[in-house]
C-alpha cells in the first residue's frame, strides 16, 4: 500500500462519530427545509412548466387548457408535493456533500478518487434523465391517454363558463370528457420524470460494479440478450402502450448500456495497468476472476 492511499488519521471514539453523523444529518435536514420553503414561493410556476407537456397537447387537440382541483385542498397540496420533490433536489448537492464528508475519512484515497467523480455525476444524469422525460416522453403519453376521450361540448361549456352550444342530438352512447385533474397529472408527469431519471443512473450503477470487480465488460457484452428482455419489459411498464415511445426508451436506456460496458472496459483497463505498474497483476487469477464475471451468457 503506498503511503499516499491510507485512510485520513482521524480515528475518533464511537461517541465522536456519532456526534458529526447528528451534525451532517441536521446540516442535511436545514438545507432541505430552506430549499423547500424557498421552492414553496415559485411553487406555482414551477407547477406550471410540470404541466407544460399537458397543456401543449390539450392546445394542440383544441381543448380547453385548464386543469381542476377536485377538492379545496388539492392544489394546495400539490404545491406542497412540487416544493418537497424539487427543494430535496436543489439541495442535493449540500446532502451529497455532508454524506461525503461524514463517509470520505474512513476511505482510501484511491476509494475516494473512485467514487467523487460519480457522487458528482450523479444529479447531471439525472437532471438528462429529466429532461428527456419531460420534453419528449411526457408529450407523447399525455397525447396518447388523452386520445381516449371524447370531448363532450355541453360538458367542457358548463365547467369552463363559455356558452353551450345547441344539442342537436341525443345519443345512449358512452361519451367521455377529459377534465384534467391538477393532482393526478402532475403525479404522472413526475413518474415519468423520476422513471428516466433513475434510468440515466444505469452507468453510474454498472461502472460501479466494475469498478468493485463485480461485473467486468465481457459479462455485460454477454448479457446483452437478457438486457434487452429487461429494458423492453421496463418500456412497456413505464410508457403507455404506443410502439413510438417504447421503442424511444428502449433506444436511450439501450444506448445508456453499451456506454456503461464501454466505461467498464476503461476501469478493468486501467486498473491492469495500475497493478502491472506495481508488479501485482497475476494472470492466472484475472482469467479466473474474468471467467466468473462473464454471467450466465458466456458459454452460448
Known amino acids: 500500500m503506498s503511503r499516499d ?23 442535511s435536514v436545514l438545507a432541505f427545509v430552506v430549499a423547500m420553503v424557498i421552492v414553496f414561493i415559485w411553487a406555482p410556476q414551477i407547477l406550471s412548466f410540470i ?10 387537440r383544441g381543448q380547453s387548457t385548464t386543469l381542476f382541483a377536485m377538492s379545496p385542498q388539492e392544489e394546495f397540496f400539490t404545491l406542497v408535493r412540487v416544493s418537497v420533490i424539487v427543494g430535496f433536489f436543489v439541495s442535493f448537492p449540500v446532502i451529497a456533500h455532508q454524506l461525503w464528508r ?18 458528482v455525476a450523479t444529479p447531471f444524469l439525472f437532471t438528462a434523465g429529466a429532461a428527456f422525460a419531460h420534453f419528449v416522453v411526457t408529450p407523447l403519453a399525455m397525447n396518447f391517454f388523452i386520445g381516449f376521450a371524447d370531448v363532450v361540448p355541453q360538458i367542457t361549456s358548463i365547467v ?6 345547441p344539442v342537436t342530438e341525443q345519443t345512449t352512447e358512452l361519451q367521455t370528457a377529459f377534465l384534467g385533474s391538477i393532482s393526478a397529472s402532475t403525479d404522472l408527469a413526475l413518474k415519468f420524470i423520476f422513471a428516466f431519471g433513475l ?12 469498478k468493485a470487480g463485480l461485473v467486468s465488460a465481457e459479462g455485460l457484452g454477454n448479457m446483452r440478450k437478457y438486457a434487452v428482455v429487461g429494458i423492453l419489459t421496463l418500456a412497456a411498464i413505464v410508457t403507455p402502450p404506443d410502439v413510438i415511445t417504447q421503442i424511444i426508451l ?7 448500456y453499451e456506454i456503461s460496458i464501454i466505461l467498464v472496459r476503461m476501469v478493468e483497463r ?10 501485482l497483476y ?19
Open 5 to 27: 492511499d491510507k485512510i485520513d488519521d482521524s480515528a475518533a471514539p464511537l461517541i465522536e462519530h456519532l456526534t458529526e453523523l447528528r451534525t451532517r444529518l441536521i446540516r
Open 51 to 60: 404541466q407544460q407537456p399537458l397543456l401543449g397537447v390539450l392546445a394542440a
Open 102 to 119: 461524514f463517509v470520505a475519512p474512513g476511505l482510501y484515497r484511491s476509494e475516494q478518487n473512485a467514487i467523487l467523480p460519480f457522487l
Open 160 to 165: 369552463t363558463g363559455e356558452e353551450a352550444p
Open 199 to 210: 434510468c440515466f443512473q444505469l452507468p453510474v450503477l454498472l461502472t460501479l460494479l466494475g
Open 250 to 256: 428502449f433506444t436511450v436506456v439501450y444506448g445508456l
Open 270 to 279: 486501467g486498473r491492469e495497468q495500475r497493478l502491472r505498474e506495481e508488479g
Open 282 to 300: 497475476d494472470e492466472d487469477l484475472e482469467s479466473e476472476l474474468r471467467e466468473e464475471a462473464k454471467g450466465p451468457g458466456a458459454g452460448e
